[in-house]
């Protein structure tokens, strides 16, 4: 049954039908350096390129998509999406050097109550497409840090102060990552984590988020 019309789904389609992945609102903005979400990092943090897949907007019904990756155990919404997004992220130039694919790691205590890593399992998804390796070994949560949902960018900076550290710097050196997360709002938790790779490592470190949040 397809995840956003309840179609059945043919032997040949997985998670949404031919027309509901058709129509998944794509920002494009692998195809555009300075777009919103590279600008989003404008001054902030030294990243190679930032984009995302598709708008996250108040009222589309894939949204849902997002809510049941996460809250719903559909850890394979993640995957597929994030295959989806590889196929467009492989043909495009800037992205065509990732030697890596990191995603954004859960603390323990978070990763035992979810059961998953959501932005694991989209990284699984872009490695089908890409041929990166995910690393998980890599980039680690090492503070228990409470929801961010209704913090400002300073707040959910201030609450990600110390949270990540970096094992096994030498797995990164003189690459190109693809730091990944499910949605961006503010860029805190990915700024936060992009500083902490390049501060720990001569590493280059682009972002790729499934979804962009927007009131557009």
């Not at 049954?1 to 609102?25: A, F, K, Q």
């Not at 590279?38 to 990243?47: D, T």
């Not at 850890?75 to 999406?81: A, C, K, R, S, T």
């Not at 409470?146 to 550290?165: C, I, P, V, W, Y």
């Amino acid at each position: 049954m397809c995840s956003i019309c309840h179609d059945g789904l043919s032997l040949y389609e997985e998670v949404l039908c031919t027309s509901c992945l058709y129509h998944i609102p794509r920002t494009r903005f692998w195809n555009w350096t300075d777009n919103p979400v590279s600008q989003i990092f404008w001054g902030r943090v030294n990243l190679e390129h930032a984009c995302s897949f598709f708008y996250f907007r108040k009222g589309s019904r894939y949204r849902k998509l997002l809510h049941m990756l996460k809250y719903q155990g559909r850890e394979d919404i993640g995957v597929f999406l994030g295959k989806q997004f590889g196929l467009e992220l492989k043909n495009s130039e800037p992205y065509k050097p990732i030697t890596a694919i990191i995603p954004v790691p859960l603390h323990p205590k978070r990763l035992k109550e979810r059961g998953y890593n959501q932005a694991e399992a989209i990284a699984r998804g872009l490695s089908e497409a890409m041929g990166a390796p995910v690393l998980t070994d890599v980039l680690l949560r090492n503070v228990y840090t409470q929801t961010q949902t209704k913090k400002s960018r300073m707040e959910r900076l201030q609450n990600m102060a110390g949270a990540f550290t970096v094992n096994n710097p030498e797995k990164v050196e003189s690459g190109h990552v693809l730091l990944v997360d499910d949605v961006i709002t503010t860029g805190a938790t990915l700024e936060t984590c992009a500083q902490t790779l390049l501060d720990s490592a001569d590493v280059k470190v682009s972002v790729g988020t499934l979804a962009y949040a927007t009131n557009a």
